[in-house]
């Protein structure tokens, strides 16, 4: 059997327009690439876990400019959020069929503000000096993010409300820390209600925006049977976020395939200021939910 390059292959593929074949001695890993596409979403179907994307922006030979492709999606991203917007991610091909992973938005409601605001936020936290981070009674400059459902939000759509926030990754496999530390903000989530406070909110920061998009914190989320109405995962551009954990002083350092870090938890006020800050990850539901109550009193 004589065999193709891969680019030999792919022009061969898309100028037959036939399926791969299980005879051809190829690695699906060959069909993999690092690069990603940009494109609308016009349409889903079954269920929404096939996507059709008319690609804008490609750096894929296999995608042709103008035409659509079907994708499947994962579980996390199975909606019609995305319907009619501009979309980035990564195709992979496996399983004889093109998927998409780590999905997101580009544009859609709240977008322009997205931008705009973090322009401004990030102009301001890169003139700070590196060990000026944020403390008890600071108040919280104004950033925007994207969440697990896909969409953009404000910090300052959470004054008025008590917040409680902390930075996680999705991928992290040492049990005493982020893990650890969703199931407690989960659990804490739950203890809220009991107890009536149901201005106490939370957000989840990702430091793994590479990996971390809407649809992979959306899955993460249902995981821990996390209830999204006063819960918020968020995932920004690569840029945004390093600015957010110096501004916030969380210190990362990639080893080994994973990501050490610092943590910290923190408690804000309906004001946007810094009422707690907990170092570490050991800390207590209770010291939490106590401060969250002497704030409601005030």
Not at 164 to 183: G, K, Q, S
Not at 199 to 226: E, K, R, T, W
Not at 234 to 263: C, P, Q, W
Request: overall charge negative; proline content about 2%; charged content about 25%.
């Amino acid at each position: 059997m004589a065999f193709l390059s891969i680019k030999g292959f792919r022009r061969y593929y898309l100028s037959r327009n036939i399926s791969l074949l299980a005879i051809i001695y190829f690695s699906s890993a060959l069909f993999s690439w690092s690069g990603e596409i940009i494109g609308i979403l016009k349409h889903t179907e079954l269920n929404d876990s096939v996507y059709s994307v008319c690609i804008t922006d490609s750096n894929h030979e296999a995608f042709i400019l103008g035409q659509e492709y079907d994708f499947k999606v994962s579980k996390g991203d199975q909606s019609k959020r995305y319907l009619g917007l501009r979309i980035k991610a990564h195709p992979s091909f496996f399983g004889n069929e093109w998927h998409l992973e780590r999905i997101f938005p580009i544009n859609g409601s709240g977008s322009k503000a997205y931008y705009d605001l973090n322009k401004i936020f990030s102009y301001r936290v890169k003139s700070l000096s590196r060990r000026k981070f944020l403390e008890e009674d600071d108040y919280i400059l104004s950033f925007a993010g994207i969440n697990h459902k896909g969409e953009f939000f404000q910090f300052n759509d959470f004054l008025g409300k008590i917040l409680v926030v902390n930075f996680i990754f999705t991928r992290c496999r040492a049990a005493e820390m982020c893990p650890a530390a969703t199931l407690k903000m989960a659990r804490m989530q739950d203890e809220a209600r009991d107890l009536g406070l149901i201005d106490l909110h939370f957000l989840s920061i990702s430091f793994d925006p590479d990996n971390d998009s809407p649809g992979v914190l959306n899955s993460y989320a249902q995981s821990y049977g996390i209830e999204s109405d006063t819960f918020t995962f968020m995932t920004a551009g690569s840029e945004l976020i390093e600015d957010l954990m110096r501004y916030f002083g969380i210190i990362t350092m990639e080893e080994d395939g994973t990501i050490n870090h610092t943590m910290a938890t923190l408690l804000i006020n309906q004001k946007g200021r810094v009422h707690y800050r907990k170092e570490g990850s050991v800390w207590q539901i209770s010291d939490f939910l106590e401060r969250a109550r002497e704030l409601v009193s005030e």
